[in-house]
């Protein structure tokens, strides 16, 4: 990644290609291959690559001086955090009609509940949202932990209204994006990193359900 960002500020690039093939391996271009074994992940001008690094380093850099400053980061154990933040879970799978254990889960294998959480890809938050996802859901603050769920949520109730409720096809594409679950013929892509996580996306969905069904026999 540090390498592309060096490289699209070189002015004379116009256009940047991001390539994936079927291991998941991500090439970066600045021109387009006809190669079979290749799928076209985007293209993007080298301009506004450039504008986006920028920004975000702007948006790091103020963070970084905010905690600095005294916001807490993540402490106590898991499920310390994960009641701290039942509320606004349970808020917005209402708002989005998505189950509370659904998004505990997701946000259990994102962030384990790490609002501070930055991930090398450049996601953030307690659900991992990248910059470009925050716009689309029109998230002010990506650092806020209430909006991050809230873009988080509405992204994920898309997801389901396009692969007509499949959670796992839902859960591969909040991992690799749509797009690629679309083109490997609306399946969970051969992406080990997707694979792995759509499994234990599951489990924790899993684990929160059958928490909840003990409670509701007692």
């Not at 079927?22 to 600045?30: E, K, P, R, S």
């Not at 991992?128 to 769920?149: F, G, H, K, M, S």
């Not at 797009?179 to 013929?185: F, K, Q």
Request: net charge positive.
């Amino acid at each position: 990644m540090i390498a592309l960002l060096c490289w699209i500020a070189v002015p004379a690039l116009s256009d940047v290609y991001k390539y994936t093939d079927a291991q998941g391996n991500v090439i970066f271009t600045d021109k387009p291959l006809g190669r079979k074994d290749l799928s076209l992940e985007w293209r993007r001008s080298a301009k506004g690559l450039a504008e986006e690094n920028r920004d975000a380093q702007r948006r790091l850099l103020a963070y970084s001086r905010v905690t600095a400053s005294g916001t807490p980061k993540a402490s106590g154990s898991l499920a310390e955090r994960r009641a701290g933040y039942d509320g606004v879970v349970r808020s917005m799978a209402l708002r989005y009609r998505l189950s509370p254990e659904l998004l505990h889960a997701v946000i259990r294998a994102e962030s384990a509940y790490d609002p501070s959480a930055v991930s090398s890809a450049g996601a953030i938050g307690l659900m991992q949202l990248i910059p470009a996802t925050a716009e689309r859901y029109e998230v002010r603050d990506i650092w806020n932990p209430v909006e991050n769920v809230r873009g988080g949520a509405a992204y994920l109730r898309d997801l389901l209204d396009i692969f007509d409720e499949d959670l796992s096809l839902a859960l591969a594409g909040y991992n690799a994006g749509e797009n690629a679950v679309i083109r490997h013929g609306r399946k969970i892509p051969p992406y080990p990193e997707t694979q792995t996580y759509v499994r234990k996306v599951l489990q924790f969905y899993w684990a929160e359900r059958a928490a909840v069904t003990q409670l509701a026999a007692r």
